[in-house]
């Protein structure tokens, strides 16, 4: 999965933050948020994240998966 936030919409509530530092980060230290990592799991603390954002900022979406390598 691939998290982004939208900058326009996060207002920098920090949700997220505290509720999964490893994956959230501040920008500048204060303010808006951006993912500190893009590649996430469905760990239920990131989809409480992204349930939970007041602004409605946070996505995930599918990743690709890689083909498998030929015989």
Do not use: N
């Not at 505290?18 to 230290?29: K, L, M, S, T």
């Not at 893009?38 to 946070?58: N, R, T, Y």
Request: hydrophobic share 35%; proline share 10%.
């Amino acid at each position: 999965m691939k998290v982004s936030v939208d900058r326009e919409l996060c207002y920098g509530s920090a949700e997220c933050v505290h509720r999964v530092p490893a994956v959230f980060e501040f920008v500048d230290g204060f303010g808006a948020v951006r993912p500190g990592r893009e590649q996430v799991g469905e760990e239920p603390e990131i989809l409480e994240a992204v349930e939970k954002c007041p602004s409605q900022a946070i996505t995930l979406t599918e990743t690709p998966r890689s083909a498998p390598d030929g015989p």
